[in-house]
T-cell receptor, first 113, second 113 residues
């Protein structure tokens, strides 16, 4: 059974640019959540998608957005990158939602210079 | 609001010794509780979860945790540490209508030979 696949693994972008990260969840999982992990803030919830709809959203600015496709694959986009956006972005899939427990991808390490 | 406190950001044990990682939670309703492990440059892996029923939960790799409602605790234990257990461990809490999991700050476990 394939795990959660995130691409790319590493990314270096310049301040002001935008970036799109991709996540393929485990087959059959309908919920996809995104988290930002930094040494200072730990794991912070970005948003959750379920059946192509954003079901929950964390306290991030509107520069952070996402979507989910009919095959449950998800993307997140960050526009107008800031230095503080440098982080490990983790995608987590679950059958129905967070109370099932997550299966995480290996993450995308974003560095903004 | 739900929150998680992990006591001790760093724990060091000798190989073969007992591992005890502490987690206390606050939640206004019965929570769903989880322990995850993260190895360097990887995503998080679910070790075990408590939903309802038996308060002693067994997970992978010989870990177990006990839900104690009166103490609002969910401590993680392993009778005998192995070198391969060296990693960062996260306690997390979720509830049905929260739409997310809230993670503790993590505890880094070092295993000395």
């Amino acid at each position: 059974k394939a795990g959660v696949t995130q691409t790319p693994r590493y990314l270096i972008k310049t301040r002001g640019q935008q970036v799109t990260l991709s996540c393929s969840p485990i087959s059959g999982h309908r919920s996809v959540s995104w988290y930002q992990q930094t040494p200072g803030q730990g794991l912070q919830f970005l948003f959750e998608y379920f059946s192509e709809t954003q079901r929950n959203k964390g306290n991030f600015p509107g520069r952070f957005s996402g979507r989910q496709f009919s095959n449950s694959r998800s993307e997140m986009n960050v526009s107008t990158l800031e230095l503080g956006d440098s982080a490990l972005y983790l995608c987590a899939s679950s059958p129905e939602g967070p109370t099932n427990g997550y299966t995480f991808g290996s993450g995308t390490r974003l560095t903004v210079v | 609001a739900q929150s998680v406190t992990q006591l001790g950001s760093h724990v060091s044990v000798s190989e073969g010794a007992l591992v005890l990682l502490r987690c206390n939670y606050s939640s206004s309703v019965p929570p769903y509780l989880f322990w995850y492990v993260q190895y360097p440059n990887q995503g998080l892996q679910l070790l075990l979860k408590y939903t309802t029923g038996a308060t002693l939960v067994k997970g992978i790799n010989g870990f177990e945790a006990e839900f104690k409602k009166s103490e609002t605790s969910f401590h993680l234990t392993k009778p005998s540490a192995h070198m391969s257990d060296a990693a960062e461990y996260f306690c997390a809490v979720s509830k049905i209508d929260a739409g997310k999991s809230t993670f503790g700050d993590g505890t880094t476990l070092t295993v000395k030979p």
